[in-house]
Structures are given as structure tokens and as C-alpha cells.
């Protein structure tokens, strides 16, 4: 049974600077693409960033671009998002996937596995 599990949000004010981890189990992590996704109250889900099984290719949205850094570490099972320089409108619950393929991706239809989802909240 595959289980990811989110941590790290919280409450920031803007400008600062959070990581979010996301650990991964019954599945061969280093085998799938991993990613992030966000959904903000009212509003659908959206592509936040990916990493392919490796970590050597990564993507990210616009809206990130420049600020946030995915990374993977396949030894612990472990996906990480930092965030910098935060803004109001990053404030959506963050929810980590998997991939169906080793190759990363923007589209949610691409990702078959889903954690719970971690809240974060940027004031201003």
C-alpha cells in the first residue's frame, strides 16, 4: 500500500521561507517521478513543481519559478519543497504525488498516488 505523507506547513508572513517533506513508502521511490500541487480555497488544484525519478530533471510553474526548489532524496524515501520569499496568493493546502512514470510531469492526471495534503499560510 502506498503512503505519502506530508509535513512541514504552517503560518508565515510574507517574504519567509518554508520546506515541506513529503515521505514516501510501499512503493520503489526511486523508480517514479514526484510532485507537488497546491489547492487555494475556491480554486482548483494546480501543478506546482515536479522532479523526475532521479532528480535530475526538475520543473516548476510560473508562478514559482525562482523561489521554490524541489528536490529528492531517493536514500530516505523523502521529497522536500523549499519555499522562499513567500507570497499571500502561496497560501493553498500542499499535497505531494506520485508518478505513473519515472518522468515528471504538470498534469495531475500523470500522478496515480496522493497524500493528505499540508496546509500553508502566508500573511501579509
Known amino acids: 500500500q502506498v503512503q505519502l505523507v506530508e509535513s512541514g506547513g504552517g503560518l508565515v508572513q510574507a517574504g519567509g521561507s518554508l520546506r515541506l517533506s513529503c515521505a514516501a513508502s510501499?512503493?520503489?521511490?526511486?523508480?517514479?517521478?514526484m510532485g507537488w500541487f497546491r489547492q487555494a480555497p475556491g480554486k482548483e488544484r494546480e501543478f506546482v513543481a515536479a522532479i523526475n525519478w532521479s532528480g535530475g530533471r526538475t520543473n516548476y510553474a510560473d508562478s514559482v519559478e525562482g523561489r521554490f526548489t524541489i528536490s529528492r532524496d531517493n536514500a530516505k524515501n523523502t521529497m522536500y519543497l523549499q519555499m522562499n520569499s513567500l507570497k499571500p496568493e502561496d497560501t493553498a493546502v500542499y499535497y505531494c504525488?506520485?508518478?505513473?512514470?519515472?518522468?515528471?510531469?504538470?498534469?495531475?492526471?500523470?500522478?496515480?498516488?496522493w497524500g493528505q495534503g499540508t496546509q500553508v499560510t502566508v500573511s501579509s
Open positions: 504525488a506520485t508518478g505513473r512514470t519515472p518522468y515528471g510531469s504538470s498534469s495531475s492526471r500523470e500522478y496515480d498516488y
Open positions: 510501499g512503493r520503489t521511490f526511486s523508480s517514479y517521478a
